[in-house]
């Protein structure tokens, strides 16, 4: 009976580390996202955490909060030094908090159309990640937030226009509002949830923002005009930290996962698209004025920038480095 009875217990402990090797392979990644869930990120964030548990036969499991339940990009990102959420949706200013570099993609009309933005992401992408990755951090995919545009009581068509009026400017892109300050114009800083009370009570006279967003906030009624012009792109990333990025790479299917989350960020890409024209369709049916440039004015506002930026680039608003290299691919794309 005894010799039964340390053969069960031999067997006991010998089986010990299998189950823990077994149950190591779960892993749980807390995805923190701002985004509402009934948008189209919110809807690729959850096919990608469906995916990701077919491809693992459900050993990765991707929980994610949406709606910024998990709190604003700094919190975020202080969750996820601290490993309490594993992986984060963040915009070209959450980026920016990892890579202070990042924000020169968003420089004032320094990139002007999507064919443009393209040309610039696919070359200098892996240096970002790579800036992106030294900091502790690992870049799942990038995607595309749309374009800022002005948004104004009365019509805009030239940067001395623009001067005259006091702009609301958010805080939390402050390298943009410095950049504008820099060029001469008044920036009225104001919290994007207070921004319709500041266009009511006549604080600001004009915005640049997403026109999503001033859909969504229906701040288009009071500045009904929208100038055609191109001021920045904003863009999205998918981040892991080191602590998931370290478990992740060792599973034999992570090039699968790697690739689900790269065709999210496509997904995405498009989704924003048609979602700003959608926007921008719905304010002009109720009343919105589509302020159309011509070349010759457009080029009014490019000189200014370019005349600006060698300022802005020593007085540390934008990276030197970064802005030579898009500096030169803009350069060639423009001269086809």
């Not at 950049?179 to 919290?191: D, H, L, P, Q, V």
Request: hydrophobic share 45%; aromatic share 10%.
């Amino acid at each position: 009976m005894k010799k039964i009875f340390l053969g069960v217990l031999v067997l006991l402990l010998l089986a010990v580390p299998a189950i823990n090797v077994f149950a190591q392979r779960k892993l749980t990644i807390k995805l923190a996202s701002l985004a509402p869930e009934n948008t189209d990120w919110g809807a690729a964030l959850n096919r990608m955490a469906a995916d990701w548990a077919r491809i693992s036969n459900n050993e990765v499991e991707l929980v994610v909060y949406h709606n910024g339940i998990q709190g604003g990009e700094n919190a975020v990102l202080q969750k996820l030094k601290g490993n309490a959420i594993q992986a984060g949706v963040f915009t070209s200013i959450g980026m920016s908090l990892i890579s202070p570099e990042v924000i020169t993609m968003s420089a004032p009309f320094f990139i002007r159309n999507d064919a443009e933005l393209d040309m610039v992401l696919a070359e200098v992408k892996p240096e970002l990640e790579k800036r992106i990755n030294d900091r502790g951090f690992f870049m799942l995919t990038w995607a595309k937030s749309g374009w800022l545009k002005i948004f104004s009581k009365n019509p805009v068509s030239t940067p001395s226009e623009l001067k005259s009026m006091s702009v609301g400017g958010t805080p939390d892109i402050p390298k943009l509002t410095q950049a504008f300050r820099t060029m001469g114009y008044k920036i009225i800083e104001t919290n994007l949830n207070d921004l319709l009370i500041a266009v009511n009570t006549g604080k600001v006279d004009a915005i640049y923002q997403s026109p999503i967003y001033v859909a969504s906030m229906q701040v288009f009624t009071k500045l009904k005009y929208m100038a055609s012009i191109n001021i920045a792109p904003f863009m999205g990333g998918l981040v892991l930290n080191r602590q998931a990025y370290r478990e992740l790479s060792r599973r034999s299917y992570w090039k699968q996962l790697q690739e689900v989350a790269l065709r999210t960020g496509r997904d995405i890409d498009a989704s924003i698209g048609r979602l700003e024209s959608a926007a921008v369709n719905t304010m002009l049916r109720y009343g919105l004025v589509d302020e159309t440039f011509s070349s010759e004015q457009e080029r009014v506002w490019y000189a200014e920038f370019e005349e600006s930026m060698p300022a802005l680039v020593r007085n540390g608003t934008f990276d030197q480095a970064l802005y030579d290299r898009i500096s030169a691919i803009l350069r060639r794309y423009r001269s086809r």
